[in-house]
């Protein structure tokens, strides 16, 4: 019930602050209003006890107590995986009563960049394809620092990577009764449409293109840059900067700027990587950007690296309704780590959430607080290790064939590989180099959901999301008949 109370002091304070709005409002607005705190209330209470049953606890009372952020996670005690490692078991579930054969990894062949084999602790890569950038090089990176820190631990196998943007495996090309199963394709996203299966992206060890420090170097960064600013003293703004001609959601995003006609309390930006790079990078520095109140996440041309940056901001994220997902991020919560805004009206939405934020100053720095908390206790460094770790091993247990060495498989190992580069990329390689094996085991993996735990998490953030939409409908009704 603290979980219950917790809401609807929550949702009173909420209520009495809002811009003055029951001053305003007419009559009607003011019976709408209290029906839908009425409503509210029993929507709350079924929420609460749905979610006590399920163990999922979307409006905690550590949204309310900041004292709950000096204390360890339950599953660090316990030495227990995230609850997102569960999703491991959901994206290998196509394989999981037929198996890989090598007819099926052979299929994969058409999509993949590259060919990774893994026997007796030593890596062969076969490559296919050139991946934008250095994608792919820092991919296999991160997968030699993984065997160097769990040396003897990871099994031999076998599978094909995709480096691109988008998903590649449809699930539509493998549904009915005569179709054949689908190739395994690892990649870094996926979303309800495909089968790919998600692993944690290159930039984990750095962005040498766009001078992004390796994770735990720049997640340090960003720690520092939280404490220049507090934020209550950060700009009452949602911010957003990057490259907005690279999807539609962006460029339309553009669009909700500041002009003479509209103000949608936004400060946006473009960010010119070409302009960028010759300058320095003086102006791209991701641990400089913590300065606004709210920051927007907004997908490019499918999910972007960028989300997990914005989310350690401190910045309560706002958080354009995504088409895709990434390994982490299908178990963030919202209005517990970040504010949801819909695609189709993302400039009131956002104008809303800024004002309904500068109103509940608390409760807006708890939410970016706790954002920024999930990137700091459950993204570190050692997690994203072990989720590769245990993703492998689940995968490895699927194969029914033996891992073979390829014709133009080429040994790769970390002092080579991070020799053969130059400037930013060695220097990047250097810096996120697992220069000794792990003491500690790896966490424990969970086991997978429930169908009916997962089913109600995803009906929860549903009703969590028409909970916002109700409260913004009661805004703009009260600036009408204001």
């Known amino acids: 019930m603290e979980n219950i109370g917790a809401f609807l002091g929550f949702w009173e304070r909420g209520t009495k602050k809002r811009i003055n709005f029951e001053e305003t409002a007419s009559r009607s607005v003011k019976r709408w209003a209290s029906t839908t705190v009425f409503l509210s209330f029993f929507i709350t209470l079924f929420i609460g006890s749905f979610l006590y049953w399920v163990n999922v606890s979307v409006f905690p009372g550590s949204l309310l107590r900041e004292e709950i952020f000096a204390s360890k996670s339950l599953e660090e005690s316990l030495g227990e995986c995230p609850e997102y490692f569960r999703w491991i078991h959901k994206d290998l579930e196509p394989w999981k009563h037929t198996g890989i054969s090598r007819e099926m990894l052979e299929r994969a062949k058409a999509h993949a960049q590259f060919r990774l084999v893994i026997i007796n602790g030593d890596a062969y890569v076969e490559k296919y394809k ?39 495996v449809k699930k539509r090309d493998y549904e009915g009764a005569n179709s054949t199963s689908p190739p395994p394709v690892f990649h870094y996203c996926g979303d309800q449409e495909s089968l790919d299966i998600v692993f944690p992206d290159w930039t984990f060890w750095g962005w040498a293109e766009t001078n992004i420090r390796p994770w735990n170097s720049i997640l340090e960064d960003i720690k520092e840059g939280n404490k220049r600013t507090k934020w209550i003293n950060r700009a009452p703004y949602a911010y957003w900067k990057g490259n907005p001609y690279v999807s539609i959601a962006r460029e339309d995003l553009m669009k909700c700027n500041v002009t003479d006609k509209y103000q949608w309390k936004t400060r946006l930006y473009v960010q010119d990587w070409h302009k ?15 300065t606004h109140r709210y920051k927007i996440y907004v997908e490019g041309q499918a999910w972007s690296v960028s989300e997990k940056y914005i ?8 958080l354009i309704e995504p088409k895709y997902y990434d390994f ?15 695609t189709a009206r993302k400039c009131r939405d956002i104008k809303f959430a800024v004002e309904w934020g500068n109103t509940h100053t608390r409760q807006a720095r708890a939410i970016g607080r706790a954002g920024s908390r999930y990137m700091q206790e459950k993204l570190k460094m050692k997690y994203v290790y072990d989720y590769m770790f245990h993703l492998l091993i689940e995968y490895a247990k699927l194969l029914k064939f033996e891992p073979r060495i390829p014709n133009e498989g080429k040994k790769v190992c970390a002092q080579k590989l991070a020799s053969s580069q130059n400037g ?19 966490c424990t993996m969970p086991s997978p959901f ?14 969590i999301k028409r909970q916002v939409e109700m409260w913004e409908k009661d805004f703009w009704e009260s600036l009408k008949f204001g």
């Open 328 to 342: 982490y991020s299908r178990s963030l919560v919202p209005l517990q780590h970040y504010w949801p805004v819909r």
């Open 130 to 168: 050139n991946a934008y950038q250095t994608r792919d090089v820092f991919t296999v990176w991160g997968i030699l620092q993984l065997l160097r820190l769990y040396p003897g631990k990871v099994p031999d196998l076998e599978l094909m990577f995709s480096c691109g943007d988008r998903p590649v």
């Open 311 to 318: 989310l350690a901001c401190d910045s309560m994220t706002l």
């Open 276 to 290: 960028e790079k010759k300058q320095g990078y003086k102006k791209s520095k991701l641990a400089d950007q913590c």
């Open 424 to 442: 930013l990329g060695k220097r990047f390689m250097v810096e996120s180099m697992v220069n000794s094996s792990s003491e500690a085991l790896p």
């Open 450 to 463: 429930e169908p009916l735990s997962l089913e109600a998490f995803f009906e929860n953030n549903e009703m």
